[in-house]
């Protein structure tokens, strides 16, 4: 079992930067990969960064790509959102999630726990 617990999240203009922090509970956590979505409101959660449980291979959504940055820290049971360059359709819930195995994956319905979620706004 698996706890998480997003932080990091406000309200910024457009341009600025925020980091996320996903923080974990339990000794595995240095076994998961991890990822973040969003979910902005009216639309379905989607995928914006994935990595893999020693930090070896990151992955980013297109929109995203050149603008954020995930990374972890297994010491510290946490994984990181550094968001540069936001845009007003960042705004969004931000939540992290874990995958047991099978390395990383793009896909909501491959993972095993999810955060309550960090709301992002970003003002134009």
């Known amino acids: 079992q698996v706890q998480l617990v997003e932080s990091g999240g406000g309200l910024v203009q457009a341009g600025g930067s925020l980091r996320l922090s996903c923080a974990a509970s339990?000794?595995?956590?240095?076994?998961?990969?991890m990822g973040w979505f969003r979910q902005a409101p009216g639309m379905e959660r989607e995928f914006v960064s994935a990595?893999?449980?020693?930090?070896?291979?990151?992955h980013y959504a297109d929109s995203v790509k050149g603008r954020f940055t995930i990374s972890r820290d297994n010491a510290k049971n946490t994984v990181y959102l550094q968001m540069n360059s936001l845009k007003p359709e960042d705004t969004a819930v931000y939540y992290c999630?874990?995958?047991?195995?099978?390395?990383?994956?793009?896909?909501?319905?491959?993972?095993?726990?999810w955060g309550q979620g960090t709301q992002v706004t970003v003002s134009s």
């Open positions: 999630a874990a995958r047991g195995g099978g390395g990383w994956s793009f896909r909501l319905d491959e993972y095993d726990y």
């Open positions: 339990g000794r595995t956590f240095s076994t998961y990969n």
């Open positions: 990595i893999t449980w020693n930090g070896g291979s990151t």
